[in-house]
């Protein structure tokens, strides 16, 4: 079973609008949360961390985290052509840190 | 600041042909080192890992085989292609603890 789901598997909002991604981890070992952001034929780039219950932000990207129900979330507001990529979730435990991937969520924003 | 760099930036390789991937991070002392596999637009698939020169662990098989000859560099290869190695293939590296991890721009294969 993958350790790691997301929801959903793709995703289209229009400009401007907001986002919203899923992430919830199998393992209850899984405290720490990454999510990262992959454009077409590039590396995925690391958008945030966060490792305890509530919000994090950071300009357009608010992260919430709910370690009780392992899931996390990330809201894109006011959603721009350029955040068109692959968002992928990342999980790990307070063991080695080897962080294990979600299957990605493939976000459209259409103008 | 570190950098990762890794070469070629992209390669179209005969199937049976040898192949040779390399990785070099620059600025960072004993980092974890990670090669992931991907399809297009497709999942991260972990190929290995190491957390020290000359010591690389195996995650998945396939017909792959990675080494670790200094502590800024990771090398992918293999003696034959398939066509079933075509795909991104991506180095990342972390520190220690809840690091980040930090992926390379990656290299695209074609095998035909």
């Known amino acids: 079973q993958q350790k790691v789901q997301q929801s959903p598997e793709s995703l289209s909002v229009p400009e401007g609008g907001m986002a919203s991604l899923n992430c919830t981890s199998s393992d209850r070992n899984f405290q720490y949360f990454w999510w990262y952001r992959q454009h077409s034929g590039e590396g995925p780039k690391a958008l945030m961390s966060i490792f305890s219950d509530g919000d994090k932000k950071e300009g357009r990207f608010t992260a919430h985290l709910n370690k009780a129900s392992l899931h996390v979330s990330l809201h894109i507001r006011d959603s721009q052509p350029s955040d068109s990529a692959l968002y992928f979730c990342a999980a790990s435990d307070g063991g080695n840190y080897k962080p294990t991937f979600g299957k990605g969520t493939s976000l459209v924003v259409h103008p | 600041a570190q950098t990762i760099h890794q070469w070629p930036v992209a390669e179209i390789k005969a199937v049976g042909s040898p192949l040779s991937l390399g990785c070099t991070i620059k600025g960072k002392s004993s980092p974890n080192l990670y090669w992931y596999w991907q399809a297009t637009g497709g999942t991260l698939q972990q190929l290995f890992y190491?957390?020290?020169?000359?010591?690389v662990e195996s995650v998945v098989q396939l017909n792959l085989s990675a080494s670790r000859p200094k502590d800024d560099q990771f090398i992918l290869s293999t003696e034959k292609l398939l066509l079933s190695h075509s795909g991104f293939y991506l180095c990342a590296w972390r520190g220690q603890g809840r690091d980040t991890q930090y992926f390379g721009p990656g290299t695209r294969l074609l095998v035909l």
């Open positions: 190491s957390i020290t020169v000359g010591q």
